[in-house]
């Protein structure tokens, strides 16, 4: 199997970088800007996987990070949990959680943060003031919310000296999760306040396959943190 990754770097598919390495396969990376266009003219979206098996002439395109991770996995039948076992239905929760549900609300105070910085200055105090209420009014309380949910769940399994989010296993929900958590560790003030989550980033970080994903991904932290700090002002 034959597998090219389109890259941005700090971008979502730094995940994806991630999941080759923790799955041992090869892989050409090719890394753009965000202005890159694919051949019909399109914004090329990231992370784009292509992917063609060895007696196939047909070329596979997947472009969401969830079913890219999904399709790997199930194929390479690694870093998923299976329906027999005890910690199926978390894995089945927490792999669609951080992007169906975690990701949308971290967003949106990056897009509100962003329309306030561009907002020409005389008429700034507007969108700065209706950014500050929907935060406090809506945003705020449900990222609270999701946080606290996360570190529960994970205070629990540690209390069973487990890890993960499904327990013993490593997974690729973990590998999900990841980025919206590492995103809301400098959005959210009050992050330090969950000391699983702080924990469970930690033990991310000990993992080579991790580390490795950082180098070839171009990954950089300040730059990272400091576009998800405006959101928390």
Same mark, same amino acid.
């Given at each position: 199997?034959?597998?090219? !990754? =389109? =890259?941005?770097?700090?971008?979502?598919? /730094?995940?994806?970088?991630?999941? !080759?390495?923790?799955?041992?396969?090869?892989?050409?990376?090719? &890394?753009?800007?965000?202005?890159?266009k694919n051949e019909n003219g399109q914004p090329l979206k990231f992370p784009t996987l292509l992917i063609q098996d060895n007696d196939a002439q047909n070329q596979l395109r997947l472009t969401e990070t969830s079913a890219i991770a999904e399709y790997l996995c199930q194929k390479q039948q690694k870093?998923?949990?299976?329906?027999? /076992?005890?910690?199926?239905?978390?894995?089945c929760f927490y792999q669609h959680?951080?992007?169906?549900?975690?990701?949308?609300? !971290?967003?949106?105070?990056?897009? @509100?943060?962003q329309i306030a910085q561009q907002t020409p200055w005389l008429v700034r105090f507007v969108? &700065?003031? @209706?950014?500050a209420a929907f935060n406090k009014g809506y945003l705020n309380p449900e990222i609270q919310t999701? +946080?606290?949910?996360?570190?529960?769940? !994970?205070?629990?399994?540690?209390?069973?000296?487990?890890?993960? +989010?499904?327990?013993e296993d490593f997974t690729y929900a973990d590998i999900l999760l990841w980025f919206p958590l590492q995103a809301s560790a400098y959005a959210y003030p009050d992050f330090a306040h969950y000391p699983a989550l702080v924990n469970y980033l930690q033990q991310i970080k000990s993992r080579p396959a991790f580390q490795a994903?950082?180098?070839?991904?171009?990954?950089?932290?300040?730059? @990272? /943190?400091?576009?998800? /700090?405006?959101?928390?002002?």
């Open positions: 199997m034959k597998l090219k !990754l =389109h =890259h941005h770097p700090n971008s979502r598919s /730094q995940r994806i970088v991630w999941l !080759l390495e923790e799955l041992q396969l090869d892989y050409q990376l090719e &890394i753009h800007s965000t202005h890159t870093l998923i949990i299976y329906p027999n /076992q005890q910690d199926y239905w978390n894995f959680y951080a992007d169906a549900s975690f990701m949308p609300n !971290l967003a949106l105070k990056q897009v @509100f943060s969108s &700065i003031a @209706f950014k999701q +946080l606290q949910i996360l570190n529960t769940h !994970l205070e629990k399994n540690h209390a069973k000296n487990q890890i993960w +989010l499904t327990g994903s950082l180098q070839k991904g171009q990954w950089s932290t300040d730059l @990272f /943190q400091n576009y998800w /700090q405006i959101t928390s002002k």
